[in-house]
């Protein structure tokens, strides 16, 4: 066991502050990586102050992060996807039990046994898992992934959650050319949506809270975009998707999305807000529509997305930020006030 740096949050009203953490030596498969850029994700504020309590309690200390790109600094002896120097990412998930179904479908996603980047029963240490707002991490070579070289690494960070858990529902429900696919709420995971369906041939609409964002949306790949606190602009799309990705990270009106979808149409939640949202099923009854849900992706999926981002040159678009500026950039994530998401220098870390 050794020492690292990290940030963490002591309790639901505490902000993030610096401290050390332990991390394992390295074991035969284990992959130690030094952490040179790890995104804000808003599942990072939903855990560090603790509103998903009735789903998944945060244990205190908690260290966030699951959009870590680094650099590899040792590998175990029975190491063979990596060597020291390569660069490497790792997302929303470090293990599994790898033997049942799920696992060797290559869905780890839904693993009963699977292990959280944080937050989790860390297997080896005891306690819980610590994520990627920290200097380094050690990962089973199984879970870490390779990173396109022609990526930026600031903007390939946030694709190890923002990206794959936009792509993974879209091949799912088919999003391909002539498809009309509309993307709710242009933060994190909206605008990779909007990036990632456009490069798979779709026809992409963004609704949005912010009037502000319309012409990034157009920059971003939609064809066209809606405000839709809008009631008239919105009706003019009634009955008309194949394929919605609800992006939302609040509580806000379900209903008027689902009456969006034509018939056999589907609405998928990747937002995860934490109040349940109410469902009017007559919606859904009379032209046969589904409303879904959809948990990140597993690991050859999200190799998979990397590799596709990486054949379409596609990166988040990001506001570098130090890691003292970490709560600064929660309250700002809370306003939608990020264009359109925040990549933690980790350099900013090593200098405290
Ligand atoms: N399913 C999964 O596996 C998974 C993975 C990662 C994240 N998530 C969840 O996905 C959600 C989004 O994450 P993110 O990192 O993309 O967050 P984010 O960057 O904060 O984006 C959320 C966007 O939702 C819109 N929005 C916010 N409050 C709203 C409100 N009250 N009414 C309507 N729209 C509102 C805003 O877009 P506009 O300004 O365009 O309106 C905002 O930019 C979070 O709940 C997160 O926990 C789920
Ligand atoms: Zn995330
Ligand atoms: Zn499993």
Redesign the pocket.
């Known amino acids: 066991m050794y020492k690292t740096k990290a940030y963490s949050a002591a309790g639901e009203t505490a902000p993030l502050a610096s401290t050390t953490i332990p991390r394992r030596d390295p074991t035969e498969h284990d992959v130690q990586i030094e952490i040179l850029f790890c995104g804000?994700?808003?599942?990072?504020?939903?855990?560090v102050r603790n509103q998903?309590k009735s789903v998944m309690p945060t244990v205190y200390p908690c260290v966030p992060g699951h959009e870590i790109v680094g650099r590899v600094t040792s590998v175990g002896s029975a190491v063979t996807k990596f060597k020291p120097g390569d660069i490497t990412a790792v997302g929303?998930m470090v293990d599994s039990d790898r033997t049942c179904p799920e696992c060797q479908a290559g869905l780890e996603?839904f693993c009963p046994n699977g292990t959280l980047t944080y937050n989790t029963p860390d297997k080896h240490l005891g306690g819980v898992t610590y994520g990627g707002y920290s200097d380094s991490i050690v990962v089973d070579q199984r879970f870490v992934l390779r990173v396109p070289p022609n990526l930026s690494l600031a903007g390939a960070a946030p694709l190890l959650?923002?990206g794959?858990?936009t792509y993974s529902p879209m091949r799912h429900w088919g999003v391909t050319k002539g498809k009309k696919v509309g993307v709710?709420?242009?933060?994190?995971?909206?605008?990779?949506a909007v990036k990632i369906a456009h490069a798979l041939g779709a026809y992409v609409v963004?609704?949005?809270?912010?009037p502000g964002?319309k012409d990034d949306?157009r920059r971003l790949g939609a064809d066209e975009v809606v405000v839709?606190r809008n009631a008239d602009e919105i009706e003019k799309h009634a009955g008309s998707f194949d394929f919605i990705l609800d992006?939302?990270?609040?509580?806000?009106d379900i209903n008027a999305d689902i009456n969006l979808l034509r018939r056999d149409g589907n609405i998928t939640?990747?937002?995860?807000?934490d109040k349940p949202l109410p469902v009017s099923v007559f919606g859904l009854i009379f032209k046969r529509r589904s409303f879904s849900?959809?948990?990140?992706?597993g690991i050859p999926e999200t190799q998979e997305m990397l590799d596709f981002c990486g054949a379409h040159n596609i990166t988040a678009d990001v506001e570098v930020i130090p890691i003292q500026k970490a709560n600064e950039a929660y309250e700002r994530?809370?306003k939608?006030d990020?264009k359109?998401?925040f990549s933690i220098d980790m350099a900013s870390l090593r200098t405290e």
Request: with cysteine; hydrophobic share 45%.
């Open positions: 804000i994700c808003h599942s990072d504020l939903h855990q998903w929303c996603q959650c923002a794959i858990t709710v709420g242009l933060g994190g995971l909206g605008h990779m963004v609704f949005t809270t912010s964002k949306a839709s992006a939302v990270s609040a509580e806000h939640m990747v937002g995860a807000p849900g959809s948990p990140i992706g994530l809370l939608a990020v359109y998401r």
